[in-house]
């Protein structure tokens, strides 16, 4: 909570807070005005001064009127303080799911992030709001009688200051409130979107269970919420009424020592219309706005961008690859998806990689591109660990191309050259032809179209990307099931400009086809591997064998998935 | 059944409800009091008698007023609370128990909303019902008491609501478009955001993340600039706000000060005016009350539409001996606007491997389901060794049939969970995931069956292989309903061998696309629009031209 205090602090930028202060003396005027006005207009009445008593009502009127130029001005200045906060969020939150890949980071944007500028500006307002009715007050009750501030104050304050102690309380059960909701829509959603699934599976009290354990914590979460407001309203006592009843107490006290009618009544109107509402309204902003705020801004900060751990070898020697014992595991408890690989890549290479899907394949690309560090064992590429290299200087090495493509809004050129921005249009030309693209490139009005992923294949987009690995500086590259939603006709032709480009190809194959064009083959079975040629496997890997009879050009095998 | 109305829901907290009712009345006389009790205060203290009186009953007021207030925290939320888990109970039982067919017809996400936001403003109804004429007491009466203490001084009051209205209407802007214009902004930058995170692999290898956030963050400036906007609404409704405020207010003690002068009123009865006109201002509050009550109506109303749910009726007989022996006895399925299926006539022998092949829409999956008992036919009866389905018991029907599809919907807490619910133990989990190649990649999750479903992102054919193992225990017929689509085939090939070698000889229905599949099954039932157009082996079939039409 504290940190969330803290950030809320220091976005209270010095220049529109000072503003903000000063154009809230105007407001207060109304407020300390509200009482006197009415002490003297009500003397004035009694005393028969009709008029009198109409011009101090009046008065009230206008410095309303003046009152609201300040609130106009108040709000313009939240604006500056609430939207660079905003904008810092924003920040944080793009930059946080671009280095975690945290898919929830978009309803993060668009939802909490909103939550805490409101509540960030509710909060700030309220609290202002707050302090202009207590310094408003206290201004008018001391001109008027301080006497009647001397009763009026200070339970007030212990009022305040006790609802300020529920707050922490509050705290938690808020908390608890929150999470028993998004359960609740977590665990019911998954049972409402799999009634047949519950069904199939005679799981029927299993799922009323699932669903009911946050129905249950919800409703213990109301109840409890109900004890801290049963608080409130006591702070409510001691800070709202008690202030009133001292001062009809000390009434007769009072009279006796010369206060007139008028003042009783005002002092009365600065308790009821005054310290009142602001005492209610910002217990229930702290209790309410306060806690979202703190809550809804700690997700926020979380899942900001994780510490980067610092990759200290800046030197990269060729591009031969080594794995040497090399061994991966997703977690300390889980069966490792590589164990105790043994390779050697030499430079100008061409080897593909085959096994049936969730072998580890598109792992063992993530660890020669450094993506991953190995669980034991070691990668070297150009003789070190690539995982130890910054991302920048070893894209100058080796380029990855994912089966899912990645294509953003813009011209098609900026798309081609995202790994190349100086390439030349005839570089970028040799390589749309060499890769197999310049239909598409007719097709969509040339380099300049712009382009959109989502009007676009995957087959479409798979070209885009290998274009722009093809103009890469790199000279190793691995093509992890990039080919995937292509023809096989264009997987041979691209694949087959990649082997002609000079460096060396590592294919993560999809088809067994993408085998038969390299000189060696990795099989992955499990965790345990087989290399060789075509003709050694054929001979000694069962699986290769398997694969291979599945593949058979012209079988239902090759059909897409329906 | 009977159906959910509001008097039900309301029923519901009968216990807590003349308590609220009560406070609720005793708290709005408070209120109307209050005012003219302080007024005699004060005006007991001028005159300087019968003070002690009216302090202790205003005192006693106060103190009766916080009492009501706490016994109305506890016994309001104790009823709502209590009602809200019954009714989201009774629902979550209504649609896990109306079986597919029952919920057909409502959307996931309507149903949560329905579950978490509904129920609770249908929990409403009770203390709504009991205190809106409490609620509606404190704005009328004060108008009324205004009245009694000087008539001029309603009139005053609904002078200065006409000039409220009147400044209202001054400042009244156009404000839609200047927020739609933020959200279309803020659209934008979480389309970028949207669209990188497709291609983060790509991203992250080549380094260019700054690059990214820069592009994104491009729209940053504009959004800003549209939320500065929205504060100069604000601003304008915010200064509205501060002169509108005291208008009222002071008409009422302006007009109250003239028959002060005139000696009509006293100063008490002034200061009581002035909190009366407060009060009355809540006139405009009074819609609230009636909107609460309308919010709990329609919460019933939602909730009544899901409690409507016909649940699925299971028999009561347990399942003799039997091969696993398949029947469908004329049967046909129809809709409001179509014929799934039509007079079907199958005699599926025990223990046999049964392929279901047919071009879309031919109503396989229909028939799976009604295999599985997922639905019911709308003619005819569907037979497991003899017993028609429905005089099955829910346990035995589910003990011997298991169903897997194309498209499973995991349920559960963990990848274990979601494999077997009712904890038969490991060893049967372990042997169904072998069994279905689901092992082998659910033992390199990070804590393997203990892994929490949302933490384990997996691909169709790692979803169908959980699919399969889920239903990998059924004692007498498994239903595959195009369960094996999204696995390389390498794999099928690896899960179809156990499934022929299967050593409980259950019989298996599987609706499929391969001819492989089709090739290795005993019989193949051929469907097309509904009625069967062959049963035979495949290999006969496949002397038909149109039959090789259906694999494409």
């Known amino acids: 909570m504290r940190r969330e205090l803290r950030y809320g602090v220091e976005a209270l930028r010095k220049r529109p807070t000072l503003k903000l202060a000063l154009w809230s003396v105007p407001d207060i005027l109304p407020t300390a005005i509200y009482g006197v006005a009415v002490a003297h207009a009500t003397d004035n009445f009694l005393a028969g001064h009709a008029w009198q008593g109409i ?19 108040v709000y313009g200045r939240l604006g500056d303080l609430v939207e660079p906060l905003r904008d810092d969020l924003v920040r944080r939150v793009v930059g ?140 409510f006592a001691v800070g709202g009424w008690a202030p009133l009843l001292i001062l009809l107490a000390a009434g007769p006290w009072l009279v006796g020592r010369g206060i007139s009618t008028g003042t009783l009544l005002g002092g009365l109107t600065y308790v009821l219309i005054g310290l009142q509402p602001a005492l209610n309204t910002v217990m229930g902003a702290l209790g309410d706005s306060g806690l979202r705020y703190v809550i809804t801004l700690g997700r926020i900060l979380d899942s900001a961008a994780p510490v980067v751990t610092p990759r200290p070898v800046d030197e990269v020697n060729g591009y031969q690859l080594r794995l040497r014992g090399l061994t991966f595991a997703y977690g300390p408890s889980a069966d490792p998806v590589l164990e105790d690989l043994e390779l050697t890549v030499a430079e100008g290479e061409h080897l593909v990689v085959v096994g049936p899907s969730g072998i580890g394949k598109s792992t063992l690309a993530g660890l020669v591109c450094g993506m991953l560090a190995p669980t034991s064992g070691r990668v070297l590429l150009g003789g070190v660990p690539p995982s130890e290299v910054p991302v920048e200087r070893l894209a100058a090495t080796r380029v990855l191309i994912p089966q899912e493509a990645y294509v953003f809004s813009g011209p098609l050129m900026e798309n081609f050259t995202y790994l190349l921005p100086d390439a030349t249009i005839s570089e970028v030309t040799q390589a749309v032809e060499a890769v197999g693209a310049a239909r598409l490139v007719e097709r969509l009005g040339g380099f300049g179209a712009r382009v959109r992923p989502d009007d676009l294949s995957a ?17 190793l590259v691995v093509l992890d099931e990039a080919t995937c939603f292509l023809d096989p006709e264009a997987e041979r032709r691209a694949e087959e400009a990649f082997a002609a480009r000079g460096g060396t190809l590592i294919v993560i194959a999809h088809r067994i086809s993408s085998a038969l064009r390299a000189r060696r083959i990795l099989v992955l079975d499990g965790n345990k591997a087989a290399i060789g040629n075509h003709p050694t496997l054929v001979r000694n890997s069962p699986l290769y064998r398997e694969l291979l009879g599945h593949w058979q050009p ?6 897409p998935a329906s | 059944m009977t159906a959910l109305t509001f008097g039900t829901v309301a029923r519901h907290g009968r216990g807590w409800l003349p308590l609220i009712g009560l406070t609720a009345m005793v708290s709005s006389a408070v209120t109307l009091a209050l005012p003219s009790v302080l007024g005699h205060s004060v005006d007991a203290i001028v005159a300087g008698a019968d003070y002690g009186r009216w302090f202790t009953i205003a005192a006693a007021l106060i103190v009766t007023g916080i009492i009501c207030s706490l016994i109305d925290t506890f016994a309001g939320t104790a009823c709502v609370a209590g009602t809200t888990a019954w009714l989201r109970h009774r629902l979550v039982g209504q649609v896990v128990r ?47 008491l205004l009245a009694v203490i000087d008539p001029w001084l309603a009139v005053a009051f609904f002078g200065g609501v006409i000039l409220v209205v009147g400044v209202l209407f001054v400042f009244a802007r156009r404000t839609a478009e200047i927020s739609l214009a933020y959200q279309e902004t803020q659209g934008r930058i979480s389309a970028l955001l949207t669209e990188s995170l497709t291609g983060l692999r790509t991203i992250a290898s ?69 909190q009366y006109a407060v009060l009355g201002a809540g006139l405009g509050g009074l ?61 599926l022998p025990g223990g046999a491997t049964v392929a279901v092949v047919g071009p879309s829409g031919a109503g396989k999956s229909v028939l799976a389901s009604l295999a599985a008992r997922l639905r019911d036919p709308s003619v005819g009866q569907v037979l497991l060794d003899g017993v028609p389905l429905p005089a099955i018991s829910r346990q035995a029907l589910r003990t011997a049939v298991g169903c897997a599809f194309e498209r499973p919907t995991l349920v559960g807490t963990t990848v274990g969970d979601a494999i077997s619910h009712d904890a038969v133990g490991p060893v049967r989990t372990l042997a169904a995931a072998r069994a279905t190649h689901a092992h082998d990649f659910v033992s390199r999750l990070p804590d393997g069956y203990f892994t929490p479903l949302p933490k384990a992102p997996m691909s169709g054919g790692e979803r169908q292989r959980l699919g399969l193992a889920r239903a990998w225990p059924a004692q007498r017929l498994l239903v595959l309903d195009d369960a094996t689509s999204s696995l390389d085939t390498a794999t099928e090939m690896q899960i179809s061998k156990t499934l022929t070698e299967d050593r409980h000889r259950r019989t298996r229905l599987i609706v499929t696309h391969r001819t492989a599949t089709a090739a ?4 193949v039932v051929w469907l097309d629009v509904g009625r069967v157009r062959a049963v035979g082996p495949h290999q006969e079939l496949w002397q038909d031209a149109s039959y090789r039409e259906v694999f494409g």
């Open chain 2, 287 to 347: 819609t609230g009350v009636i909107g609460e009550i309308a919010r709990a109506r329609a919460g019933v109303q939602r909730a009544a539409e899901v409690f409507a749910i016909d649940s699925v009726v299971h028999g009561t007989l347990p399942l003799p001996p039997g091969p696993g022996r398949l029947t469908f006895d004329g049967v046909t399925v129809a809709t409001a606007d179509a014929v799934l299926l039509e007079n079907v006539h199958l005699e």
């Open chain 2, 206 to 274: 080549a380094g260019t993340t700054a690059r990214e956030e820069r592009r994104i963050l491009g729209f940053l400036p504009e959004l800003h600039k549209h939320g500065l906007e929205t504060w100069k609404v604000l601003a304008r409704s915010g200064a509205q706000a501060a002169i509108v405020g005291p208008l009222v207010l002071v008409a009422v003690l302006a007009v109250g000060g003239l028959q002060l002068v005139d000696g009509r009123i006293t100063a008490g009865e002034l200061f009581a005016a002035s």
């Open chain 1, 96 to 235: 946080g799911a671009l280095r975690t890949g945290d898919d929830a980071a978009v309803a993060r944007l668009n939802r909490q992030v909103e939550i805490v500028r409101d509540t960030f500006a509710g909060l700030v307002l309220v609290i202002r709001n707050f302090a202009v009715t207590l310094f408003g007050v206290l201004v008018g009750l001391l001109s008027l009688a301080p006497l009647v501030a001397a009763f009026v104050v200070p339970p007030f304050l212990v009022g305040f200051a006790l609802s300020l102690a529920v707050l922490g309380m509050a705290a938690d059960r808020v908390r608890a409130s929150l999470q028993a909701d998004e359960e609740l829509a977590t665990a019911s959603g998954m049972t409402f979107g799999g009634v047949r699934d519950i069904a199939a599976t005679g799981a029927e009290e299993f799922a009323e269970k699932l669903v009911g354990r946050p129905i249950e914590a919800q409703a213990a979460a109301e109840r409890s919420l109900a004890k801290v407001a049963a608080l409130r309203t006591l702070c």
């Open chain 1, 459 to 475: 087959g479409e987009r798979q070209l885009i990307a290998l274009v722009r690995a093809y103009l890469s500086p790199a000279p």
């Open chain 2, 520 to 523: 290795r099954a005993d019989l």
């Open chain 2, 98 to 144: 109306g079986g597919p067919e029952g919920s057909r017809e409502f959307d996931t996400g309507d149903l949560v909303s329905r579950v978490s936001g509904n129920t609770s403003d249908a929990a409403q109804a009770g203390p709504a019902a009991v205190t809106t004429v409490a609620a509606m007491a404190p704005p009328i009466g004060s108008l009324v």
């Open chain 1, 554 to 559: 012209g079988g239902d095998q090759i059909q």
């Open chain 1, 55 to 73: 011009a101090w009502l009046g008065g009230l009127v206008a410095t309303a009127c003046l009152g609201a130029a300040g609130s106009h001005q």
